[in-house]
């Protein structure tokens, strides 16, 4: 009976365990935070960035596009701008076409001995192988402002500026959600150098839904004297957490640091064609312009460690950059027969056979 309950409570244990790794945050909610009701639970399960830099007219734009699971029926998200920012839905091909220009090159690798799952050892088949400065803040401002508000999809959207993080959060607190101490502090940073915030409550159309899988991108467009993607309110997960990143721009570009995580890591670099939802995003859909397209993945084993916002820079060179995938295959005649198989046959074959046909030739040459 006690082994029973034993393996019972193991099995509520590993349930309780795989649930909790279903809600729990996954990947960085990298340019703000999520901030569900306290009656409910979000992670984001899968969060990817688009940032697009024209360097001549200052303008930077990031569209995001989450893909989220657990029970809340309604959360928010708070992202940091430099400027005054335009909120609209974004185009979701965009990262279906982003996907398929980064995807790494497939090539082929024979090898001449079998391995394990290779006849005769199993069955065949292939192996696969800092904030940015700013004004002042103004004392004469109000503690909390609304620049505008409106409705997109499934997002209730509002542009904010704040002269105190308090307020902020009781703005929040006013209008359904509650802003946690700790975020409190963070935006701080921000509120002294008179950044604004984007700050969107995600609630389905559909009443009662919850939140779950691919939600519509957002498309955010602010002006910023150098490319920024905001970070600093990732140090609040407490769990490790990880950034994919898209830079379109003129030249090849590189974050100036780690801010307290792993190296940032170049998975994608090249010149790129401006059409399609590219070029709708960058405003040269003739696809005429030259357009360089940088993806980056960086880990956060300790997001508490964050210690800013990725500044981005053009690197050095403009070098091309592409991720190679290599496939295991056993070498083989027309596709069936191993090589190897061949040789061992043949060797033995060959060994035994050349000695009788220079016995035979010795043996013609004397009788001659």
């Known amino acids: 009976m006690r082994g029973k309950q034993r393996i019972l409570g193991l099995v509520v244990a590993l349930l309780a365990l795989q649930l909790g790794?279903?809600?729990?945050?996954?990947?960085?909610?990298?340019?703000?935070?999520?901030?569900?009701?306290?009656?409910?639970?979000?992670?984001?399960?899968?969060?990817?960035?688009?940032?697009?830099?024209?360097?001549?007219?200052?303008?930077e734009q990031i569209v995001m596009r989450f893909s989220v699971r657990g029970?809340?029926?309604?959360?928010?998200?708070?992202?940091p701008v430099p400027g005054r920012a335009d909120v609209e839905l974004g185009d979701p091909y965009l990262f279906e076409e982003l996907r398929e220009l980064t995807a790494p090159e497939h090539r082929t690798r024979h090898y001449f001995w079998p391995r394990s799952g290779d006849w005769p050892f199993g069955g065949g088949g292939d192996t696969a192988a800092a904030p940015a400065p700013g004004a002042a803040p103004d004392a004469t401002a109000p503690p909390?402002?609304?620049?505008?508000?409106?409705?997109?999809?499934?997002?209730?959207?509002a542009r904010l500026t704040a002269t105190d993080p308090d307020a902020l959060r009781d703005w929040l607190d006013d209008n359904g959600f509650e802003?946690?101490?700790?975020?409190?502090?963070?935006?701080?940073?921000?509120?002294?150098?008179?950044?604004?915030?984007?700050?969107v409550r995600l609630a389905p159309e559909e009443r009662g839904a919850a939140l779950y899988g691919?939600?519509?991108?957002?498309?955010?467009?602010?002006a910023s004297e150098r490319p920024v993607y905001p970070m600093r309110l990732s140090r609040l997960a407490t769990t490790p957490q990880s950034l994919g990143l898209y830079v379109l721009s003129e030249h090849r570009m590189e974050p100036r640091g780690a801010i307290g995580g792993n190296a940032p890591e170049v998975t994608y670099a090249g010149e790129v064609q401006a059409q399609g939802a590219v070029g709708e995003l960058t405003g040269s859909g003739g696809g005429?312009?030259?357009?360089?397209?940088?993806?980056v993945e960086q880990a956060f084993p300790e997001?508490?460690?964050?210690?800013?916002?990725?500044?981005?820079?053009?690197?050095?060179?403009?070098?091309?950059?592409?991720?190679?995938?290599?496939?295991?295959?056993?070498?083989?005649?027309?596709?069936?027969?191993p090589v190897w198989l061949v040789?061992?046959?043949?060797?033995?074959?060959?060994?035994?056979?050349?000695?009788?046909?220079?016995?035979?030739?010795?043996?013609?040459?004397?009788?001659a």
Not at 144 to 157: A, I, N, T, Y
Not at 214 to 222: A, E, G, K, S, W
Not at 305 to 332: K, S
Not at 343 to 367: E, H, K, M, N, Y
């Open 21 to 59: 790794s279903l809600i729990s945050p996954a990947y960085a909610c990298g340019c703000g935070a999520m901030i569900p009701d306290r009656a409910s639970r979000i992670g984001v399960q899968r969060e990817t960035s688009i940032v697009h830099w024209d360097a001549r007219s200052r303008t």
């Open 144 to 157: 909390v402002g609304v620049v505008g508000r409106e409705r997109l999809g499934d997002f209730d959207v």
């Open 214 to 222: 691919t939600l519509d991108p957002l498309r955010i467009r602010f």
């Open 343 to 367: 040789t061992v046959v043949a060797v033995p074959v060959a060994a035994t056979a050349l000695p009788r046909a220079l016995r035979r030739r010795r043996a013609v040459r004397s009788g």
């Open 179 to 199: 802003l946690p101490e700790r975020l409190s502090g963070e935006l701080r940073p921000y509120v002294e150098q008179k950044w604004e915030y984007v700050a």
């Open 288 to 295: 005429k312009a030259r357009l360089f397209l940088t993806a």
């Open 71 to 79: 029970t809340a029926r309604e959360a928010a998200w708070i992202m």
């Open 303 to 337: 997001p508490g460690r964050i210690d800013g916002d990725h500044e981005l820079r053009a690197a050095g060179a403009d070098t091309p950059y592409r991720r190679v995938v290599f496939h295991d295959r056993l070498l083989t005649i027309g596709g069936e027969v």
